[in-house]
């Protein structure tokens, strides 16, 4: 189990290329449930997700979001979002004047967000994560097509689909990256 989670973690690729193949809703709730099993400040959960398979809709927003061109071929999308209202519930009586800023749905969604790139890894599809946030024009396009409201925030586009190619792995580890005990 140790191992298997480590190599999913380790071996996992941004995949841009895919066959085209549907995916079925099945394979989209174990995956939107990996998103759902990730850590959120004070365990709020200001998160929500869009699962998207039609057609026309991929392709609208392959065609409005110029870095996520990889819909085109996707069988799926998901994207995922924060509700900064449910982050704010809390906000009054968790308030801390130290904050230097930075959003707890960001971090939360983020963290979703990358346990939905691991799950579909684990499953043997392919997925990258393409930004709406903090991009106003993209947020606006994903808006536009699949009617997200003003106060939800689309964070990330995640097409997803059966990989055409292998993919190479390569380590990225780096020694450089870590100190220990002191900087
Ligand atoms: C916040 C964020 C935004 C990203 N935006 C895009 C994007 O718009 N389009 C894209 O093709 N890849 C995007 N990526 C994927 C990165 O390019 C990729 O994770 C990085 O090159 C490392 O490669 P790997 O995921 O294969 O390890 C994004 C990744 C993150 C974390």
């Given amino acids: 189990m140790e191992n298997e989670v480590l190599e999913v973690i380790y071996t996992r690729r941004s995949v841009r290329s895919f066959t085209g193949q549907a ?13 759902m099993a990730a850590p959120s400040a004070r365990n709020i959960q200001p998160w929500a997700f869009v699962a998207v398979t039609e057609r026309g809709l991929l ?8 870095y996520a061109k990889m819909l085109d071929k996707a ?4 994207i995922v979002c924060g509700v900064p209202g449910k982050d704010e519930v809390y906000g009054g009586k968790y308030q801390d004047e130290n904050r230097i800023g930075g959003k707890y749905w960001v971090m939360d969604s983020s963290a979703a967000a990358e346990n939905i790139l691991l799950a579909c890894h684990a499953m043997g599809l392919g997925a990258v994560w393409t930004a709406a946030y903090p991009y106003e024009n993209r947020m606006a396009a994903v808006r ?40």
């Fill in 59 to 66: 392709d609208s927003l392959c065609e409005r979001l110029p």
């Fill in 23 to 35: 995916i079925p809703r099945e394979s989209l709730l174990k995956i939107l449930k990996a998103g």
């Fill in 75 to 78: 069988g799926a999308a998901v």
């Fill in 144 to 183: 536009d097509i699949i009617g997200v409201p003003e106060d939800v925030m689309p964070l990330a586009v995640i097409p997803v689909g059966v990989p055409k190619d292998k993919g190479k792995v390569t380590d990225k580890f780096k020694e450089d990256n870590i100190r220990w005990e002191r900087w």
